[in-house]
């Protein structure tokens, strides 16, 4: 018989308690796992998701981006999303800030009701007068909202320039008829005095000149307004406008003791219109005479300057205040109304020489300091085919009355031509 088997150290069964336990960290160890592993899925899923659409509808940011007026989308928090680069310009848009708080009460009233609204705004800068602008607002999409703006500044002071002009030509007009009509009444009581009646009479032709240079200047100024290029144009020559200019004024001159000095380079030609070039550098050299002191001196000079030639009215008059010298090109615009009766000018001269100019293709220029004097410079586009003339040979016997006499109008009729010119406001 066999003997009895040696007992084995693995013959010793576990205890059901660390079966339970060692089950229990299996489990524990398997269900943490499952765990990770599904964290783990559900953020490489977030990674993935499908991407969102786009902000802005498709071709949005490409029209604002060649948009010339103003434009902004915001979302729904105000946060400006894209806007136009005159947006930026005109100070609507900082950053993505709204900075017009009447715009944005505007955009919040379409976001709420998605109604589209315009209206106008008045819009104050920092310097300047404040901007005129229409906005109109209107949703885009769901979420977005579109603010489209307008500057009317420009139209603005056209409407009100349009309005002065009536309202001034209304009162230039009903002055001389005014003074005609009590004229009239003034001969009609002293009938019986000859040399009342003639006195009386030669006022009312004053008055009717007037009324007559003021309709013509109207009419010269509705031609020349819309800046239209000359339909035949010919060779202008600067000589013969110097001149002519220079011998219109020297009666003028000479009863105030004024120095006429026409120098510069001769042979100068322009092409355009001479009547219009002639009355333009005439109004500047009739201005500079009416408002120079006496013993004093005017010259005016001409000279080519690259492809242009320059026509300069030089005075040592009573100048322009610096605040007033953007506006003396304005129709009816008068530093000094009461001294500007006295000349008995319309008040529409220099408006005609800037639009000569702009006719021609040239600009005026003004430099004036008050108390010592102007000096206005037309510069228009040099004739094509113009030859080289003499450089800076004087003119100065234009005005020292040799050759004058002898162009000079008659006499009595030189009141009349003169005033038919515009002195400076």
């Given at each position: 018989?066999p003997?009895?088997?040696?007992?084995?150290?693995y013959?010793?069964s576990?205890?059901?308690?660390?079966q339970?336990?060692?089950?229990?960290?299996l489990?524990a160890?398997?269900?943490?796992?499952?765990?990770?592993?599904?964290?783990?899925?559900d953020?490489q899923?977030g990674?993935?998701?499908q991407?969102?659409?786009?902000?802005?509808?498709?071709g949005?940011?490409a029209?604002?981006s060649?948009?010339?007026?103003?434009?902004?989308?915001?979302?729904?928090s105000?946060?400006?999303?894209?806007?136009?680069a005159?947006?930026?310009?005109?100070?609507f848009?900082?950053?993505?800030?709204?900075?017009?708080?009447?715009?944005g009460?505007?955009?919040r009233?379409?976001?709420?009701?998605?109604?589209?609204?315009?209206?106008?705004?008045?819009?104050?800068?920092?310097?300047?007068?404040?901007r005129h602008?229409?906005a109109?607002?209107?949703?885009?999409?769901?979420?977005?909202?579109?603010?489209?703006?307008?500057d009317?500044?420009?139209?603005?002071?056209?409407?009100?320039?349009?309005?002065?002009?009536?309202?001034?030509?209304?009162?230039?007009?009903?002055?001389?008829?005014?003074?005609?009509?009590?004229?009239?009444?003034?001969?009609?009581?002293?009938?019986?005095?000859?040399a009342?009646v003639?006195?009386?009479a030669?006022?009312?032709?004053?008055?009717?000149?007037?009324?007559?240079r003021?309709?013509?200047?109207?009419?010269?100024?509705?031609?020349?307004?819309?800046?239209?290029?000359?339909?035949s144009?010919?060779?202008?020559?600067?000589?013969?406008?110097?001149?002519?200019?220079?011998?219109f004024?020297?009666?003028?001159?000479?009863?105030?003791?004024?120095?006429?000095?026409?120098?510069?380079?001769?042979?100068?030609k322009?092409?355009?219109?001479?009547?219009?070039?002639?009355?333009?550098?005439s109004?500047?050299v009739?201005?500079?005479?009416a408002?120079s002191?006496?013993n004093?001196?005017?010259?005016?000079?001409?000279k080519?300057?690259?492809?242009?030639?320059?026509?300069?009215?030089?005075?040592?008059?009573?100048?322009?205040?610096e605040?007033?010298v953007?506006?003396?090109?304005?129709?009816?615009?008068?530093?000094?109304?009461?001294?500007?009766?006295?000349?008995?000018?319309?008040?529409?001269?220099?408006?005609i020489?800037k639009?000569?100019?702009a006719?021609h293709?040239?600009?005026?220029?003004?430099?004036?300091?008050?108390?010592?004097?102007?000096?206005?410079t037309?510069?228009?586009p040099?004739?094509?085919?113009?030859?080289?003339?003499?450089?800076?040979?004087g003119?100065?016997?234009?005005?020292?009355?040799?050759?004058?006499?002898r162009?000079r109008?008659?006499?009595?009729?030189?009141?009349?031509?003169?005033?038919?010119?515009?002195?400076?406001?």
């Amino acid at each position: 018989m066999p003997g009895p088997r040696r007992a084995s150290p693995y013959d010793h069964s576990v205890e059901p308690t660390t079966q339970a336990f060692l089950a229990a960290l299996l489990g524990a160890l398997v269900a943490g796992g499952a765990m990770l592993a599904w964290h783990l899925s559900d953020r490489q899923q977030g990674r993935y998701t499908q991407p969102e659409e786009p902000i802005l509808p498709p071709g949005v940011a490409a029209v604002l981006s060649v948009l010339r007026s103003s434009a902004v989308v915001v979302d729904e928090s105000d946060v400006v999303l894209k806007a136009s680069a005159p947006a930026f310009a005109m100070g609507f848009v900082r950053g993505s800030t709204l900075l017009s708080e009447e715009l944005g009460d505007l955009i919040r009233q379409v976001r709420r009701d998605g109604q589209i609204r315009e209206t106008e705004l008045i819009v104050p800068r920092s310097s300047g007068s404040p901007r005129h602008v229409t906005a109109r607002v209107a949703p885009l999409g769901s979420r977005l909202v579109l603010a489209l703006v307008e500057d009317r500044t420009r139209e603005r002071q056209l409407d009100a320039v349009r309005r002065d002009f009536v309202a001034n030509v209304s009162h230039e007009l009903k002055t001389p008829i005014g003074a005609i009509r009590l004229l009239s009444e003034a001969v009609q009581d002293a009938s019986d005095d000859p040399a009342a009646v003639y006195r009386f009479a030669s006022r009312m032709l004053t008055e009717s000149d007037r009324l007559s240079r003021l309709i013509q200047q109207i009419i010269e100024l509705s031609r020349l307004q819309g800046d239209e290029p000359l339909e035949s144009p010919t060779p202008v020559s600067i000589d013969d406008v110097v001149a002519s200019a220079v011998d219109f004024v020297d009666m003028n001159a000479g009863a105030k003791d004024i120095t006429l000095i026409a120098e510069g380079e001769e042979g100068l030609k322009v092409l355009g219109s001479e009547k219009q070039v002639g009355a333009a550098v005439s109004n500047l050299v009739a201005n500079a005479v009416a408002y120079s002191e006496p013993n004093s001196r005017v010259v005016v000079t001409r000279k080519r300057v690259g492809t242009t030639v320059e026509i300069s009215v030089i005075d040592q008059g009573i100048g322009i205040p610096e605040a007033e010298v953007e506006r003396i090109f304005e129709r009816f615009y008068r530093v000094d109304p009461a001294r500007h009766r006295s000349t008995g000018g319309t008040g529409l001269g220099l408006s005609i020489v800037k639009h000569v100019a702009a006719t021609h293709g040239g600009e005026v220029r003004v430099w004036s300091v008050e108390g010592q004097g102007s000096t206005f410079t037309i510069s228009l586009p040099q004739h094509p085919l113009h030859h080289e003339g003499s450089a800076f040979q004087g003119l100065a016997s234009l005005a020292s009355g040799a050759d004058s006499a002898r162009h000079r109008p008659d006499p009595t009729n030189i009141q009349h031509d003169q005033e038919d010119q515009e002195e400076r406001p």
